[in-house]
Every structure is written in C-alpha cells, then in structure tokens.
C-alpha cells in the first residue's frame, strides 16, 4: 500500500493543523502518564519517554524520508511499551496504538509488513492483558489494534482513490483536449484541399466563363447564347462565395453549447446531477460554448478539491438571461484534498468567456452550507432576434468518464479556491 502518512518533498517541513492536534493529544497522554506514575524518579523517567514517543513521531512523519519513517514509529511504540511497564495507570497504550496504527503505511507491502503487523498486534495485547490482568484483556488489545490498522488503512486507500478521481479527470480533459486539437487539424487540412482544388477550379472557371461571354458580345452573338454564359459566370460566382465560406468555416474551432451539459455531467466522475428550470431560451453560439468551458471547469476544480462530494449543476432559464450555478459541498468528514493541482487560471479564464458573451461569474464559499458555488449569469438571445452565426459543432465524443474538462483546464484564483495548495472556506482551493 502506498505510504500516505509520511510528508514528501518540502512538506515535511511544512506543519498542517493535524500535526499539532496529534502533538497536543500526545502531550495531554504523556502529562496524564507522569501524574499516574509512582514516585519522582518514575515521573521524571516516564516525562523523558514521553518526549521520545513524540520525537519519534515527529521523526516519522515530518523528519525522516518515507522509507525510513519505520524506525521514528518503532521509537515511539517502543517508548510507549516502557510507559506502559513503568506507569500501569497512565496512557502508555496511547503511543504504542498511535504508532502501530501507521506502521504499515511505513513498511512496504510482504513478508517483512506481515510480521511487523502481527508483532505488534501480538505486544499491544499482552501490554492491554498485564495491565487489566485479564486474558480478556489480551484478545481485546489485538482486536482494538485491528480495528485501528483497518481505520487507517481505509483511511489511506480512501485518499488514493480520491487522488485516483481527479487524476482522472485531468486526463480525461487531456484526453479531449487532444481529440479536438486532432479535430480541428482534420478541419484544417480538408479547408486547404478545399481552398487549393475547389475554390481555384471554380475561380478558373469564372474567369473562364468570363472571357467566352465577353467573346460572344463581340462577335455579336444572339442572346440564347449570351444569356446561358451569364447565368453560368453568375453561378461561378455564387460557387467561389460559397467555397470560400466553407473553408472559413471549417477552419473555425468546433463549439459547445448549453445543451452538450447534460453528457458532460452524466460523465463526471463523481457524484453529479443536473436540474434544467424554466423554459429553454436561445443562446448565442459563443455564449453557449463559454457556458459550457465554464461549468465544465468548475466540475474540475471539485474533482480536485472536494473530491467525494455531491455536485449540482442547475441551470434556470429566465425572461433575460440564463443562471447556471455549480456547487459542491466540501470535502466529506475525514477526507483530503486530492493533491492534484492546476495551473492557476481557471476564474480568471472563465470570467473572460462569460463575460465576453456579456455575462457574469460569481464564485466563492457557498453561504447557506459548507461548500463552493460557482454562479453564471448570461443573457438570452429575445425572441425573433437573429444569433450570431454559429460555428459548425464538432462530432467529437462527449467525455465518457470523469466528466472531464476539455479546454483550459485549471483551478480557481484569488478569493477561494487557488492552485497553489489548499485554502479557501472549507479547505479547498481552486475554482
């Protein structure tokens, strides 16, 4: 199982709130053992273990590289078994418990994780048995041990499935990202073949077409044949328009509307509903595909940063304009934000579509409950009034897994979530 406990990099230097909420229990155990203990040599000896059971869990977690992070761990279980020995009434156990909780994140999966697992479990059960006198004592430590590893395994495998999610959606997005730049290559290449051999050739033939006619009105030619080389010439004419609209037309990147949201959401990793209020409206082309890149990058950012959550898209339809909110609702209790970061420019790319579609963006923490919401507001096309002409869409597959982001793909800035590491109301960064 990979280690999850032990800090890498510049974070094990870096102290997080849970750290100093372990150190201040430990502490608290360490300072209810030296009362228990009997006589003033034992409390000062049991004071002097108990700075040991938290050095070795310092050493553990923050000091030492993952794959030594055994031997803090070992001091602090160790220590714990000698304060066990020497204050019966204290809470020695509490150390050796804490510790052979995380040994096996720090011990690589085999023979040598099994026996470091039974060895303690075995030694937490005879210290719990000596203590109460009891053999019932003895099944109880081993099971209370038990129950604790499976805790804090479930706990380590829960943050590798969260980071699993969100790696995922990053390379889902990768993964449309290429399959339209893939798209809009093939569009390309076919608008050069149009523009070098069709629109050429029809021009050729205007100006072909051209020439014959002025022949004929020189040489006095009757109208049967005048007019038939002017109805010609003119739909020469109509033909290298048309050409030349098709390959402009082709060349133009593909776009999203509104409506592609319900394939984006029903392909969101997680746990993610969509709800359509009000009667569907017209949107502008741009505004459409803008609306789209932006729910599709709050969807993203709450793969990577409330990763377990619930999420709602709703979209309203109104008279004027057309609201879509996208909201989370933190990390669950226990949980960790994926780790996956972006590149920091998500809010600030996702304002400038929404509002060079003439809308707006609103994000932060949700007010009415732990959580993020994102709101767009963009105005619906009246009726009657005529749309931007729209871009042919593209055929590219809707995201078939973790509901991906194809475009800009990045977290949230400024005033809540941000790339650069978590933060934000409830923990969490991004959006």
């Keep these: 199982m990979t280690n999850t406990w032990s800090a890498t990099g510049q974070d094990r230097f870096r102290f997080t709130r849970r750290d100093l909420t372990g150190a201040f229990a430990m502490v608290l155990c360490m300072a209810v ?25 310092l050493l553990g977690r923050r000091i030492l590289a993952p794959d030594r992070a055994v031997f803090g761990v070992g001091l602090t279980i160790a220590t714990g078994f000698a304060i066990i020995l020497l204050a019966p009434q204290g809470l020695g156990e509490i150390p050796v418990l804490a510790g052979a909780a995380v040994l096996p994140l720090c011990v690589p999966d085999g023979p040598v994780r099994g026996a470091a697992v039974a060895v303690v479990a075995v030694g937490f ?21 038990f129950i604790a590893d499976r805790t804090v395994e479930h706990a380590a495998l829960q943050a590798e499935r969260d980071r699993a999610v969100a790696l995922l959606a990053e390379l889902e997005a990768n993964r449309l990202a290429r399959l339209e730049a893939a798209a809009v290559e093939e569009r390309g290449r076919i608008a050069r073949e149009m523009h070098d051999v069709l629109a050429h050739s029809l021009a050729g033939l205007s100006v072909q077409l051209q020439a014959v006619r002025a022949v004929a009105a020189r040489e006095g030619a009757s109208p049967v044949l005048t007019e038939p080389l002017d109805r010609a010439a003119e739909l020469a004419r109509d033909g290298v328009q048309e050409a030349r609209a098709a390959v ?16 984006l959401v029903s392909g969101f990793p997680g746990n993610a509903q969509l709800r359509v209020t009000g009667r569907p409206g017209r949107l502008a082309p741009e505004a459409g595909h803008a609306v789209y890149r932006a729910v599709q990058e709050a969807l993203t950012n709450s793969a990577r940063y409330a990763t377990g959550s619930a999420v709602e898209v709703n979209v309203a339809w109104d008279a004027g304009e057309v609201r879509v909110a996208v909201r989370d609702h933190g990390l669950p209790a226990g949980r960790s934000p994926s780790g996956v970061q972006g590149s920091g420019s998500g809010l600030h790319g996702m304002t400038e579509r929404i509002e060079q579609a003439g809308g707006s963006v609103s994000a932060g923490p949700a007010s009415d409950a732990p959580g993020w919401r994102v709101t767009l507001r963009v105005p619906v096309a ?8 729209a871009r042919p869409e593209s055929r590219t597959p809707a995201p078939d897994a973790e509901g991906g982001t194809e475009g800009d793909t990045s977290s949230d800035a400024a005033n809540g979530r941000d790339d650069g590491g978590a933060g934000g109301a409830d923990g969490k960064m991004g959006e």
């Design 33 to 57: 053992s030296v009362v228990a203990a009997p006589g003033t040599v034992l409390k000062v000896v049991v004071a002097v273990l108990g700075v040991f059971a938290e050095l070795g869990m």
């Design 125 to 145: 059960g005879v210290a719990i048995m000596v203590i109460s006198g009891s053999v019932v004592g003895l099944l109880a430590g081993v099971g209370a041990w």
């Design 248 to 263: 402009g037309a082709l060349r133009a990147g593909p776009l999203r509307s509104i409506d592609d949201l319900a394939a």
């Design 382 to 389: 009246a009726s009657g009034a005529p749309l931007a002409p």
